[in-house]
């Protein structure tokens, strides 16, 4: 195997935020940096055609899911991930620790690991730290993750043992991985509390990954809360190596990330709501292209955005194939609000190259406030 | 409204096959060619821009389902068809007889039209030939059908009957056109009864229309007696103009067609079958791609095959995808299954105007035969 090299390059900073490249063995990725998520080794309803040309660099997928359909071990005998769903620019695979303990039947956890029942079939599953690093180097995505154990945000007594876990079995994950052309990253777990989350951001960063995840984020708790919990991170964690903030999420949560330092994101919410007929707007906003009053309406979803659908179709064809059931819908929604946060997170990175990030913020909440949209809290 | 001309033009013959181009406001249109369905005002599962991709000159829409939902009128408002669906070639409407006949509940046929309840949602609706035309001409297709009634090609009262309705409905549809950007196709019926069809092909061919269409048939005849008819039709149709042979069909029916007399095809087919799990190839086998022998399979579709689909995804992808009820299964079997026909009507047709259709036919069914896929009968 090649050994390939991963570097980050700190391009430019402003604040917290940061400007930045990951150089990857597929290729290099500017941050900051939204993933569309492709579950089950495709971003549901898109091409990777379609990903490219909305602008897409990084996507990434579950090693939960693949684990159990179509298994890692097929996917490695069909020259690996990227080459078996056809994406030959960077991908992610998650650790699958956040399905087990979403998705998964009748868990049972110990210190070596965890037994579940599949979702899909109900056979007994075992995912351990050693099992999750195995399974991510058969699918071989560039940036991969640590075995992690997750607890609701402020359940203290069990985020205090599943952060021991996900600790130890950090080191394991270290210990176990075999591939040089991956980079394996950390994740810091602690819930909403400010003790905890310093001392596994102190834990982790002391360990040799080549990255940091901040996970147990955006799964309930406040955006201040969320706020906080960033900014204490922030501070301990090293500079020179890229942050990747788990499941995140909305045009602000993509902003307050990046205000306090994150790197790269990822959110199943563009293709999801895409999937429920309604197109997200730059500034937060949502249209539900059911209603009626779209029914005639010969505009585009948003007049300034240059994707594909906005380019094309009006908002009276996406109601038609919402009213039709016609699948090409969720392809156009899709293609719309993954172009609109990729776009966004773009647009940010360049404001922090060219140091106008702060006329930038006071713009788009200007625009946000005179269209009526409410900030998130 | 702008005077547009259609005209025809015959580039070569071989034997009873025909190689053309037939001008539309739209863009010229190379025949033989096969026209994808757009039922609902979108080819199910593609974008305009795949479509163009994989090679398609002409879509066909159903005028029965537009009026239904959403509404000829409001795709008038919208601009028309092609600007609805973003469609800028060249578009093919049918006039909703056959949809009245198979979908509509409690038809009730008199002379002057027929009574119905919508499919959708129960309402009673009513269609005449005078209807037909004025929404066809709100949905604006380049070209467009007269209003038939459709009838069982055994029974011969009724397609007797079925028959002096389409006859009596086909000259008022002509008295009732208006717009000259749009072509005017009479339609033959007559069932499998050659008396009825030279009937029928000879008063249709009498009427001033810009093309002509060959109706009821691969409704459950044979393909002998579909051949039959189609030979007797092609003796009376005048050379000079396009003859269009409706919902047809699999690769031989297109062979077939072609080898008597006809340009123009359309078939949900291709995008059924997709819908269905099912890959078709050029020498009319198919892949049920469900099947587990596909499990491990790195091989694409078809080998030979260029499509965005067999260039870049296995039959172990696909499959995988349709166990995981991904929609995007159904996208890129679209893709293959459109190409694969479009490819093959082009091929002939470059056959023809090199006069090598005979070599052609030759080898191919020499292939169908060592690949053991039997003749369709």
């Known amino acids: 195997m090649t050994v390939q090299s991963f570097s980050f390059e700190l391009q430019n900073r402003q604040g917290r935020a940061r400007a930045g490249i990951f150089h990857t063995p597929h290729g290099d990725l500017p941050t900051p940096v939204f993933a569309p998520v492709g579950t089950q080794a495709t971003v549901k309803a898109i091409t990777p055609a379609q990903l490219t040309d909305l602008g897409a660099n990084l996507i990434l997928s579950n090693t939960y899911h693949l684990y159990l359909r179509p298994g890692d071990e097929l996917i490695a ?58 399974i991510q180097e058969h699918l071989g995505a560039d940036i991969i993750m640590v075995f992690d154990e997750c607890a609701s945000p402020y359940d203290r007594t069990h985020i205090e043992q599943a952060m021991q876990h996900t600790h130890s079995w950090a080191e394991r994950c270290l210990d176990t991985k075999s591939r040089n052309d991956q980079a394996l990253f950390g994740i810091i777990q602690g819930g909403i509390f400010p003790d905890l989350r310093e001392q596994s951001a102190r834990f982790i960063t002391g360990l040799d990954f080549i990255g940091n995840a901040i996970g147990g984020l955006s799964v309930g ?23 990747y903030l788990m499941g995140v999420g909305t045009p602000e949560d993509l902003i307050n990330g990046v205000l306090r330092g994150v790197d790269i994101f990822d959110c199943v919410l563009p293709t999801r709501l895409a999937r429920h007929n309604a197109a997200m707007t730059w500034q937060g906003g949502r249209l539900n292209l059911v209603n009626s009053s779209y029914t005639r309406d010969p505009l585009p979803i948003d007049g300034d955005c240059q994707c594909y659908t906005c380019q094309h179709f ?64």
């Open 221 to 243: 708790e406040t955006k201040a809360e969320m706020q906080t919990v960033l900014e204490i991170i922030d501070d301990i964690l090293p500079e020179e190596k890229p942050r």
């Open 314 to 377: 009006s908002r009276a064809y996406l109601r038609h194939l919402i009213m039709a059931r016609e699948m090409l819908v969720a392809t156009l929604l899709s293609i719309h609000n993954l172009y609109t946060l990729i776009q966004l997170v773009q647009y940010i990175r360049q404001a922090i190259i060219d140091e106008r990030l702060d006329i930038f913020l006071q713009e788009y909440y200007q625009i946000k406030e005179s269209m009526g949209i409410a900030p998130e809290i």
């Open 77 to 134: 005998d069909m020259g690996g991930l990227h080459h078996f769903m056809n994406w030959q620019r960077p991908i992610l695979t998650d650790s699958g620790g956040f399905q087990v303990f979403s998705l998964a039947e009748k868990r049972s956890i110990d210190d070596d690991g965890v037994t579940f029942k599949s979702h899909i079939d109900g056979s007994i599953k075992r995912l351990t730290p050693e099992k999750a690093i195995r």
